[in-house]
């Protein structure tokens, strides 16, 4: 945590530390709020309160040795990665069935990172890789790491798992997989990040199936918890995704109105490529709301350098795209036309065929 937690937060963490492992985390690193703590406590008792200093100070040399232990983990992670994926595709499951060295917590937190991360790119792998940290979920020792909290990480891949269909427009599929996930959910720490999580790829779902008032629920539901925690990145987050659902419902000034405060929100060291897409969705909202020619270019001329940064077709599509849309709207047809047609080519090497439909039709447009 970048903040001190509120008095709230300490309170509920003292009450039920399994549910609040961030707050704990942040306690043990930061005196000022040990103090506090101590304080919120003592208030609470009308008699002499009784000295918590003994027993704040075992939490905290047990929490130092789970983080000595979890940082070695997490070290091993990219190795163990590495070996897990060079195996044949059906000894995968077997071998984290079966081999305790796998059985990491190290190894499901990047299983699960790099799920999330091969969405834009391939949906199928980024299914894969959230399969296998489930059933590395099933097998990890509950005795060490606690029954809750593997509960919580297996709500997190069938998260993963629901997005990455949601992602190659399987809906029913996305629906089984969301509804496991709120199951394993109830059945963990019920730990507030962990349900925005779900929250926020489970509203990406109902836009798709244009259930909208649905997704801004979910949304708000998320930057709720985010402001509560004070966490502006993952506001910004949120916003970004809640600007989509506007777009999508036709509302181009409000989502670009949530936009611009949604973008300066977003941490670029932590998240390059949320803050691509708030730049994206902007210039694209922009476009279509037939703004400025001149502040339309300023923009793109500012985001460029960002949208270089991913050479990624998806990415490289997308810049294109917006290219297009400039050259067309002052007069330069023929640039317009290779800008489309080069953007249409990198959207379908990308897998996204319905962005690539929408810039077909721009494209038509331009030559008639």
């Known amino acids: 945590m970048k903040i001190h937690p509120s008095d709230f937060l ?58 000595v232990e979890y940082a070695s983990e997490r070290a091993e992670a990219p190795a163990l990665l590495s070996r897990l994926l060079n195996m044949p595709t059906g000894r995968r499951e077997m071998i984290l069935r079966n081999h305790r060295r796998f059985q990491t917590w190290g190894l499901l937190e990047i299983l699960l ?39 919580d990480l297996k709500a997190r891949a069938l998260a993963l798992i629901g997005n990455s269909r949601r992602a190659r427009y399987d809906t029913s599929g996305a629906e089984q997989a969301f509804g496991e996930a709120r199951e394993h959910l109830a059945a963990g720490t019920r730990d507030c990040l962990e349900r925005a999580f779900l929250l926020e790829l489970e509203a990406s779902l109902r836009r798709l199936q244009r259930r909208f008032a649905d997704a801004l629920r979910l949304l708000k539901r998320a930057e709720a918890t985010f402001k ?65 020619i001149l502040e339309v270019q300023a923009m793109l001329a500012k985001a460029r350098p960002l949208y270089q940064s991913f050479p990624q077709a998806w990415a490289q599509g997308r810049l294109k795209w917006m290219e297009g849309r400039v050259a067309r709207r002052t007069g330069r047809h023929q640039e317009a036309t290779a800008f489309f047609s080069s953007a249409r080519r990198d959207l379908m090497a990308a897998n996204l065929k319905h962005e690539a439909d929408l810039v077909a039709a721009e494209m038509r447009g331009v030559t008639r």
């Open 113 to 151: 990172s790099e799920s999330r991360e091969r969405v834009f790119d391939d949906p199928s792998e980024s299914e894969e890789l959230a399969t296998l940290g489930l059933e590395l979920a099933r097998n990890l020792e509950s005795s060490r790491y606690g029954i809750e909290r593997i509960e």
């Open 228 to 292: 509560e925690l004070e966490d502006s990145h993952a506001i910004g987050k949120s916003q970004i995704q809640i600007s989509l659902v506007h777009y999508h419902k036709g509302d181009l000034d409000l989502s670009i109105d949530v936009l611009h405060r949604a973008i300066p929100l977003i941490d670029r060291n932590l998240d390059r490529r949320s803050l691509f897409f708030g730049w994206h969705n902007l210039i694209n909202c922009m476009t279509m709301a037939d703004h400025s």
């Open 10 to 67: 300490l309170t509920e963490a003292a009450k039920e530390r399994s549910g609040h492992t961030r707050v704990v985390e942040h306690v043990d690193s930061c005196a000022w709020c040990r103090l506090r703590l101590k304080a919120i406590l003592s208030h609470q008792w009308e008699r002499k309160p009784p000295d918590y200093g003994p027993i704040l100070d075992r939490s905290f040399r047990s929490l130092r040795r789970w983080e």
